[in-house]
């Protein structure tokens, strides 16, 4: 191998390596705040990029729809858990939040859809879209199953994402779709050559990093969300609800997981099902930072992202066995390590 | 006469099983009550209940306002505090951290200034305010948890084994605080093993055993009763600790 191929597969691996760390860093977040091991993760990343990619050609994406409808749930939801002190302030909370947002987002995609909107737009609207959904599905399928366990948490999860896989067959069809480049344009340095695209991803992937490092280490909501991870029944004796982290912590998510999709579909053509494969990635990465982690599940994400690019190269049959083998020795290296962490009770 | 605080015929049960059985109990502005008793006899769980941890089958009141539809936070919100026997810190932040989320319902402007007063009451906070709660001692966990409940700005706070494992000079020291509390005006709802000390500062006293209150009146006179020498305060003179 020369240095001009090693080069190439490196900047690969880091490109797809920087988009498999904010999948990753949202998988121990949720995971810290709510003990869901995110599995539709996956579906917020198709959820974005074909949104996305249809609102760019166009189309109508049927995402919009569901946001309206999982919000029109997660009302229901709401009347009936406070149906024993109903008063009007929190009606109309409900109201304007699951409701009319999607309602007026809805409006608004019906409207650009038919006219081929700029990019901007585009993004705009899939990146509210998809938060709704994260929002909505929290409310409506982890909410009620707080206090239970991580299997049964986990079983939903499973649920959710065979769900969410299904409606994406239907809104998006079976066949794939690629997006406009957020930024077109190239340069060369040396023997590479970095597109727009590459320099988007890197460039986000930074932003969002430094950016939800302040979040947590200086706004207040960002410690009381650290501060659930860490104690739930201490941070709800000071007042943090815990639904209000869990809420913060699915919005962060979706939001992550749809701008990583908005940055992949111009490099890769993606289908209604190829999130979960990109999803389990950041999930290889975050089991290796011990679901705890964020340092460590950035730097694993980069090791998995440059092990993929190198794989595909050498043997591009085997490239996700190569990848998930990954898992194997960081088990049983964590399983020498560390004692037996019996599941928490409450 | 409004009690800040009024628990009537309360019972908490762990799924069949009654800890607490048929309680009522009373605490009014400025007060310092203390329950007593010996070990499993209910008393944490009668504070988890109150607070909204554990459901209670009976009638609490608060600042005038019945408590049994409100959760914890609201609870919380309404100026009672907990600071319970295993602390709950969050131990990977640092003191400072702590003290500030300690404020999550109070007005962000507010919090600076009742950050200063808890670190006026506890001045070795102040000298470890940039070091991870985990890390901090015994005693100091202690003072933070305390610290961090009266950053929420409590009316009635209630403290479950504040004493718990501590060297006696601390003990003084966070009893000597407690009074500094009522002194401010916040009532205290003080639940120890450490009889001899609590009954000393507290107005009130109830004595707990196998989930009832079996002795009510002044701290004073509940220190003066025979049974309660005789159990609670029996091995004193001798030097040992109490039960």
Redesign the interface.
Known sequence: MNTTIMLFLLQDGITNGAIYALLGLALVLVFAVTRVILIPQGEFVTYGALTYASLAAGQMPGTAKLALALGIGAFAFDLFAARKALHGRLILRSIVTNIVLPAIVLALTVYFAAQKPPVAVCIALSLVIVAMIGLFLYRIAFQPLAHTSVLVLLIASVGVHLALQGLGLLFFGAEGQRGPAVLSGSFTAGALRFTGQSITVYGITIAFIVGLWLFFGLTLYGKALRATAVNRLGARLVGIRTTLSGQIAFLLASVIGALSGIMIVPITTLYYDSGFLIGLKGFVAAIIGGLVSYPLTAVAALVVGIVEAFSSFYASNYKEVIVFMLLIPVLLLRSLAAPAVEEEKD | MSALLSVTDAHVAYGKVEAVRSVSLEVGQNQIVTIVGANGAGKTTLLSAI?G?LPLKGRVSFAGQDLS?LD??DR??MGL??V?EH???????NVE?NL??????IE?SKAKASMERVYTLFPRLKERRKQLAGTLSGGEQQMLAMG??L??EPKLLMLDEPSLGLAPIIVADIFRIVTELRAAGVSVLLVEQNAQAALKIADQAYVMELGEFVLSGKASDIAANERVAASYLGFQHEGASVL
Request: glycine share 10%; hydrophobic share 50%; aromatic share 6%.
């Open positions: 607070i941890i539809r914890i936070e919380v919100a505090g907990l319970p602390r709950e810190l969050f131990v990977t932040m951290d500030e989320l300690g404020a999550f319902r962000r961090r409940a950053m929420g």
